[in-house]
């Protein structure tokens, strides 16, 4: 059974850092399977902020956290990260990471949450002073 499970969350002043992992079980990281980091916040839509491609390991970034986020796996741990520096409050939401199967390239991960087969719970980084 495939399962994603977030954790890292929590309350964050203006301008820290924060690390989100992503641990997944029943199924490996380093075949077919491609993660997307997506949030979503109060009445917008969700939104894929940085997504890394299973096939070739190429990483794709949203506009509006690009040079402040960074998306990084550990196969051995089957898991993957999302560090988060430089945070600014229009970055409080809930995030979540996804997995989708097959050969994709990493813009189009990010582009498609819809097609995303799996989704973790979800856990909520408020960026506030």
């Known amino acids: 059974q495939v399962q994603l499970e977030e954790s890292g969350g929590g309350l964050v002043q203006p301008g820290g850092s924060l690390r989100l992992s992503c641990a997944g079980s029943g199924f490996t990281l380093d075949y077919y399977a491609n993660i997307g980091w997506f949030r979503q916040a109060p009445g917008k839509e969700r939104e894929g902020v940085a997504c890394i491609s299973s096939s070739d390991g190429s990483t794709y970034y949203a506009d509006s956290v690009q040079g402040r986020f960074t998306i990084s796996r550990d196969n051995a741990k089957n898991t993957v990260y999302l560090q988060r520096n430089s945070l600014k409050p229009e970055d409080t939401a809930v995030y979540y990471c996804?997995?989708?199967?097959?050969?994709?390239?990493?813009?189009?991960?990010?582009?498609?949450?819809?097609?995303?087969?799996?989704w973790g719970k979800g856990t909520l980084v408020t960026v506030s002073s």
């Open positions: 996804a997995r989708v199967g097959g050969v994709w390239n990493s813009e189009s991960i990010c582009d498609n949450y819809y097609a995303m087969d799996y």
